[in-house]
């Protein structure tokens, strides 16, 4: 549903007061690859600067690649201009951190306003506008302007404004940082079930990592305009060579001074491995006494994973040694666990 093919966007540097232009140019972009199949929910992670905002002004032809492809479906809307890409626009619907709603229309008069734009009127305008606002959870709430609503139900209109076109994308830009703990759950909630039910294919760019384990199929991390890791958010968090390992399922940090090898697992995609209690079991079969030292569990794309930091020693007390420690890694490998050394002392 969405292709990024070789995009690259680059900017002229903008030089300080008084100074002369230099030619130097800044990459925002930089030769981006990326597909999303539709249906699926991808979220985009970065740093201020990765080049995340440029991505989305370019899925919307807000900003003309240098070089390279946007496609949404069948349409190239880097090749298009002024009509044709306002029409390709109404397959993309667009969530922003602030919903920005116009303060004198109630939040009906919100939702009906790209109607309005493309001349829906009448009974269909309507129609669709009640629709919407039972669709987003607001109804009883239609006729207030935004002065009178919460700050979810004020994402709620942007969300519902969003999808009046009917498209097939939705850009979410960081739908969530401007609420608490409890109102982001529901707004994410509502996004996954609007996914569900109409099909929409959604891009979210944020900086939460609990937003992307709660809601993301897949996840991919910008650097410096470059992806340095995407793909299936299970994979992703269970790469220990990947930038994003210790970030999507972080582990506490295990107690100091502990004279012991320790081994950090990821287990929940195994046939043989499915509790802490497991790894334990298996560790004594190689002669090894392991302790928990540190351990979360979390839900990534509707399966629980747990992440453990297990500290290993023989009966005497004392940490096990590099070959014991060998066999017991080849052997979580072979039952399914990732696992990676934390520290062999």
Known sequence: ???????????????????????????????????????????????????????????????????????????????????????????????????N???????????????????????????????????VGLSGRENNYPAQ???????????????????????????????????????????????????????????EMSVVREICDEVTLLAEGKILQSGDLLQVATDTRGPLYAELIPLPPPPTGLNAVMVNCDYGDSPTISTSEDLVRLAAEYEAHATIVAGTIETLGGRQVGRVQLALRNYNNEPISREGFNRFLRQLEESGVVAKEAAFL
């Open 101 to 135: 709603l116009l303060d004198s229309r109630t939040a009906a008069e919100n939702i009906a306003h790209p109607l309005d734009i493309i001349g829906v009127k009448g009974e269909e305008k309507r129609r669709r506008v009640a629709e919407l606002v039972e669709l």
């Open 1 to 99: 549903m969405i292709k990024l093919r070789d995009v690259t966007k680059v900017f002229p540097a903008v030089a300080g007061k008084g100074a002369q232009p230099t030619g130097a140019q800044v990459v925002a972009l930089d030769g981006i690859n990326l597909s999303v199949g539709e249906g699926r929910i991808h979220g985009i992670v970065g740093r201020s600067g990765a080049g995340k905002s440029t991505l989305i002004r370019c899925l919307t032809g807000l900003e003309k690649p240098t070089s390279g492809e946007v496609w949404i479906g069948d349409t190239q809307i880097s090749a298009l201009d002024g009509a044709k890409l306002r029409a390709a626009r109404r397959s993309i619907g667009f969530v922003f951190q602030h919903a």
């Open 149 to 207: 609503l919460s700050g979810g139900q004020i994402q709620r209109v942007g969300i519902a404004r969003a999808l009046a076109a009917s498209p097939d994308v939705l850009l979410c830009d960081e739908p969530t940082s401007a609420l608490d703990p409890s109102t982001t759950r529901q707004i994410l909630s509502l996004i996954r079930s609007l996914r569900d039910k109409l099909g929409i294919t959604v891009l979210l760019i944020t900086h």
